[in-house]
T-cell receptor
Framework: KAGVTQTPRYLIKTRGQQVTLSCSPI?????VSWYQQTPGQGLQFLFE???????NKGNFPGRFSGRQFSNSRSEMNVSTLELGDSALYLC?????????????FGPGTRLTVL | DQQVKQNSPSLSVQEGRISILNCDYT??????FLWYKKYPAEGPTFLIS?????DKNEDGRFTVFLNKSAKHLSLHIVPSQPGDSAVYFC?????????FGKGMKLTVNP
């Protein structure tokens, strides 16, 4: 069974631009969560989608948004990029919306904002 | 405010010795705890978990201990191997989203 895939793996943008990251969960998994990892803050929860609905949202500004499609694939978008948005963005999938289920992570997208 | 804390950013141990990674939490509603391991350029992978109804869970070289009264859990790796060198994240759940600690870098020296 293929794992969680994220595209692109690396991205370089400039301040003010917007970016869209993509995540394909493990086949059969319907829950997708997004995390931001920075050296100082560890993994911070962005949002979770289940069956195309946002189920939970972390404490990030409205510039961060996401969506999930009917095939469970998910995208996250960051508008008006800031230098501080440089981070590793991780996507994780699980078969249900319960946080008691093990989450399987993708390799991440490394975003650099110049 | 940080609900899951890994207060030591790094730990270095010799191969064959025990590695003890600590984690503290503040939210008494958390009832499920997990440890993830992360290698560079890879996503975190699940290592071991423990429910709040237990105080110990063991899986091979990995054992997680939970002290609910102290709101503390620890991961013991015995014996430590160089391949265990990675960043370890503690995470906690209380039926809503998973909350992760900042991670601890473990280095196991040959």
């Amino acid at each position: 069974k293929a794992g969680v895939t994220q595209t692109p793996r690396y991205l370089i943008k400039t301040r003010g631009q917007q970016v869209t990251l993509s995540c394909s969960p493990i086949s059969g998994h319907r829950s997708v969560s997004w995390y931001q990892q920075t050296p100082g803050q560890g993994l911070q929860f962005l949002f979770e989608y289940f069956s195309e609905t946002q189920r939970n949202k972390g404490n990030f500004p409205g510039r961060f948004s996401g969506r999930q499609f009917s095939n469970s694939r998910s995208e996250m978008n960051v508008s008006t990029l800031e230098l501080g948005d440089s981070a590793l963005y991780l996507c994780a999938s699980s078969w249900s919306a319960s946080s008691y289920n093990e989450q399987f992570f993708g390799p991440g997208t490394r975003l650099t904002v110049l | 405010d940080q609900q899951v804390k890994q207060n030591s950013p790094s730990l270095s141990v010799q191969e064959g010795r025990i590695s003890i990674l600590n984690c503290d939490y503040t939210n008494s509603m958390f009832d499920y705890f997990l440890w993830y391991k992360k290698y560079p350029a890879e996503g975190p992978t699940f290592l071991i978990s423990i429910s709040s109804i237990k105080d110990k869970n063991e899986d091979g070289r990995f054992t997680v201990f939970l002290n609910k009264s102290a709101k503390h859990l620890s991961l013991h790796i015995v014996p430590s191997q160089p391949g265990d060198s990675a960043v370890y994240f503690c995470a906690a759940s209380g039926s809503e989203k998973l909350v992760f600690g900042k991670g601890m870098k473990l280095t196991v020296n040959p």
